[in-house]
């Protein structure tokens, strides 16, 4: 793409891709939004169930009663937090895909008027340091995106300790059905924390390594040692 200078219809270019730019900002708000509207319905799902079964406990005691049913009502929780956890996965990856976006017009705006360069904070690039640029994230993180730890960090990794969680109740409750002693009961409820963990974490991984062959980087970063040599 010629510089502004030199283009005469450099005005039009700017002009639709503005439109596009803004655009994607829009779409993107909306993203954030139904991120946020889908934690706060499974937040309240769960905190009706939490009031629903202390007030059944105190009319059963945490007797049988209770526990017949208190694994039905949360096992409703985790099948609403696992639906959660798929959109939200989703609208992450739709997310990132605007942000790819804004990238690739940057890069255009960047082409009309290389001399602006210095004074962008975002990328131009739309491959994953660009991105990770773009959000806020240290260009180091793009090497341990898929690490428990980071995973751990996003809305999807609080959901899915909040659902891992919640099965940890269930198996606690299905020991007690089931008479078994204390250590038995922490065990259950132990062993259905960590297998349920486990299975999340391994979902959001795989989620993360799903390729889109329309967010192939067409306009890559420069390696970092010609930066450090420039």
């Known amino acids: 793409m010629p510089p502004a200078g030199r283009d005469p219809a450099a005005a039009a270019k700017l002009q639709i891709l503005a439109t596009e730019h803004w655009s994607l900002l829009a779409t993107r708000t909306l993203t954030y939004n139904e991120s946020l509207s889908r934690v706060t319905i499974f937040l309240s799902i769960l905190s009706g169930a939490v009031i629903a079964l202390a007030l ?16 039905p009502l949360l096992s409703v929780v985790v099948v609403s937090g696992i639906s959660t956890i798929g959109r939200l996965m989703q609208l992450n990856g739709d997310d990132f895909r605007w942000v790819v976006g804004m990238n690739r017009l940057r890069r255009a705006y960047l082409e009309l008027h290389p001399e602006l360069e210095p004074y962008f904070t975002t990328s131009g690039h739309d491959d994953l340091p660009g991105v990770l640029q773009t959000i806020g994230y240290p260009l180091a993180t793009g090497r341990r995106v898929g690490s428990v730890l980071h995973t751990l960090q996003t809305l999807p990794g609080m959901l899915s300790v909040i659902v891992a969680s919640v099965v940890g109740a269930i198996g606690a409750l299905a ?11 922490l065990l259950s409820a132990g062993a259905a924390f960590v297998i349920a963990m486990v299975w999340l974490t391994i979902w959001g991984r795989r989620g993360l390594r799903r390729p889109d062959p329309s967010l192939e980087p067409r306009f890559p970063s420069p390696p970092r040692e010609s930066k450090a040599n420039s």
């Open 56 to 71: 059944v406990a105190q009319v059963s005691r945490f007797g049988p009663a209770f526990i017949a049913i208190a694994i």
């Open 175 to 185: 020991a007690l059905a089931l008479g078994m002693p204390s250590w038995g009961v």
